[in-house]
């Protein structure tokens, strides 16, 4: 699919390469990453972020990779940034699974954050303070971190799906002032009381003053009179959020985000690369426990609306979100590439069965999407649709790769590296690899949104082992990716899921993306075992409903994989399971599977979403004996 020239000439990209005089994107893209500092002062300038003091230079010592510093001596604040306007124009929508829906105005929005901003100065909190919320995805849990922000205190959050130790691992870590929770929530039809949950974090982590419920929250706004946000001024690199890793493999990582670098990535990511505008309904299925979270609330910074939702995307129909797309006039849609596959699966096609003239753009990320996925797009769901696959982490909460209104698409590609992001993919010496070859996906230069530190790593040992141990400054992001001709990127996996049999690196995408193309399977993970000196590849699968793994089946599997990939990628075995585990934002937890399938616990299955799949994989006859 290419854009039309009318739709690409409109673009807020367009706008921005002919106000700097560039005519294509490959070379705006090199001078933005050959020129960062003139690059993301002309966004700056761009975007009209708001400040109370503006830094002299955009980038200082720029060539060390760690020690670079972004606008040194600005001030701002990055809920200001997302109130400034003050109308009757809608900035959210929140629905629930069960139907209930709310909407704040910008000014009503504005009012909500004075008067929760005010309760929580009241209740001590100050700038540097770490608020935490254990929430689902609802206006509240919006208003509570634009409140924290405006104070320029710190937010921290994950879903009210995570166990009492799952919560535990990471406001233990961060030890926020205030918990704000929920006591239910609901999800595929149920209600799931998790008050006591709550309760008992307050209780285990001692730096916690008081327990706010959704409700406070509520009669903060309707009780409280203040009617005007007044807001702290930051440092650029002060501290914004803390986000987490998976920690699958232990306690999660506690992500430092700053103000500045958070704000200006996300008005890129929004502006340039998505055409995000103030007439548009921006959506991503997502919960508080995800970086695309924290991506969905800086739509505001734009000036759209923003849609929440909260429960199953599946329930009570398999087009549940699809009615929300035509309910509420999205335009921009964010999803998973699971969920993509799985419409596909259930036979979905909102093309015959939905009216969406005004979708303009669907978002894939959370691992990569498969060819197949963009046919089904522009076969079932919409024709003249942007379909722009993204790639980046909680890591950086953004983007390195990403879609582009200009730029043609090619299935199975993410469409262009994102400006300012000196990305390349290195071998395992160092050395860059030319377009087509798979190695590591690093970062070369710095960037305003690489993460500030680690929370409670004073000497940033934690965070120098986990991006810049493997080459000397220089990111390396942990993703096993190849460069396109057409100046895109293909991601093939996880680096440190990466199957080595033989010596020959193989992505574990390379095999989902064969054997979850067949009617069969519904799902699969892809491990590594270690066996005879060497590894083999053993495959699960998840089939449909009254499907048995049998012989012929097997082989199929095999042969597919043979066929469409190489002999190389064929698994030693193929093994039926019921489910397989994933992290609480949707990832397929490959790590946690082959430690259970050398006989090793993993890390922390306390963070996974369903830690009972793992029983399925211990102990199993085929895979021979499993050692400790």
């Known amino acids: 699919m290419t854009p039309t020239a009318e739709s690409a000439e409109r673009s807020n990209l367009a706008e921005f390469m002919r ?118 995805n609802v206006p509240e849990a919006v208003i509570s971190t634009l409140a924290t922000a405006s104070i320029g205190a710190v937010w921290t959050s994950c879903s009210p799906d995570f166990g009492v130790e799952g919560a535990l691992d990471r406001f233990g870590q961060t030890r926020p002032k205030l918990l704000i929770a929920c006591s239910e929530y609901q999800y595929g039809g149920k209600k799931f009381d998790v008050s006591s949950k709550a309760r008992e974090v307050r209780e285990r982590v001692d730096s916690i003053e008081a327990l706010l419920w959704i409700g406070d929250i509520q009669r903060m706004t309707a009780e409280r009179r203040e009617e005007t946000v007044s807001f702290a001024p930051r440092g650029f690199d ?88 035509e309910a509420e006039e999205i335009t921009i849609f964010g999803v998973s590439a699971k969920y993509l596959s799985a419409l596909e699966k259930f036979g979905v096609k909102p093309r015959e069965s939905h009216r969406l003239p005004q979708l303009r753009s669907i978002l894939s990320t959370g691992s990569p999407l498969a060819p197949e996925s963009f046919q089904y797009v522009y076969r079932d769901f919409k024709a003249d649709v942007a ?18 209104p200009i730029l043609p698409i090619y299935p199975g590609e993410l469409q262009c590296k994102g400006l300012g992001m000196a990305i390349d993919v290195f071998d395992e010496n160092g050395q860059s690899l030319p377009a087509g070859s ?25 965070f120098r082992a986990a991006y810049f141990e493997k080459f000397d400054n220089i990111w390396a992001h942990g993703d096993f990716a190849e460069l396109t001709d057409h100046g895109g990127m293909i991601i093939h996996g996880r680096s440190d899921a990466v199957l080595n049999p033989g010596g020959v690196r193989i992505g574990t995408a390379e095999i989902y993306r064969q054997v979850e193309s067949m009617e069969a399977v519904v799902e699969s993970v892809c491990v590594a075992q270690s066996w005879r000196d060497d590894v083999r590849i053993i495959l699960f699968v ?87």
């Open 19 to 136: 106000r700097h005089g560039f005519d294509d994107y490959s070379t705006l893209h090199a001078w933005s990453t050959k020129y960062r500092g003139a690059f993301w002062q002309a966004l700056w300038d761009y975007c009209d972020v708001i400040s109370t003091r503006r830094a002299s230079r955009a980038l200082e010592n720029g060539d060390d990779f760690f020690g670079s510093r972004w606008f040194q001596g600005a001030e701002l604040n990055f809920a200001e940034n997302l109130l400034r306007w003050k109308d009757d124009r809608t900035a959210i929508v929140g629905i629930l699974e069960s139907g209930e829906r709310r909407a704040f105005t910008y000014a009503e929005l504005n009012r909500s954050v004075a008067r929760v901003a005010a309760e929580f100065r009241e209740r001590g909190v100050v700038p540097g303070d770490c608020v935490a919320g254990w929430l689902p």
């Open 438 to 462: 798979k190695g590591e996906l690093v970062c070369t230069k710095s960037f305003p949104s690489r993460p500030t530190g680690f929370w409670n790593d004073p000497h940033d040992v934690k």
């Open 238 to 325: 002060d501290p914004l959020y803390v986000l987490y890793s998976s920690g699958t493999t232990g306690k999660p990582k506690c992500i430092v985000h700053g103000v500045g670098g958070t704000l200006l990535q996300h008005l890129k990511e929004h502006r340039l690369h998505t055409d995000v505008k103030p007439d548009d309904t921006l959506f991503y299925f997502t919960t508080c426990g995800w970086m695309m979270w924290n991506w969905l609330v800086s739509g505001l910074a734009s000036g759209c609306a923003i849609v929440l939702y909260d429960g199953s995307p599946f329930h009570p129909r398999r087009s549940e979100l699809i009615d929300l797309i």
């Open 542 to 628: 998840v089939l449909r409903e009254g499907v048995t793994l049998d012989k012929t089946l097997r082989d199929e599997i095999r042969d597919r994989i043979r066929q469409n990939a190489s002999p190389r990628h064929v698994p030693a075995l193929v093994l039926q399971v019921n489910d397989v585990p994933r992290t609480m934002s949707g990832k397929i937890a490959e790590l946690a599977v082959r430690e259970v399938i050398h006989g090793r616990e993993p890390g922390n299955a306390t963070v996974l979403a369903n830690p009972e799949s793992l029983d399925q994989f211990r102990n199993v006859p085929s895979l021979g004996r499993q050692r400790r």
């Open 387 to 404: 379909l722009a696959s993204i790639s980046g982490g909680t890591d950086i909460v953004s983007c390195f790769a990403l879609g582009n």
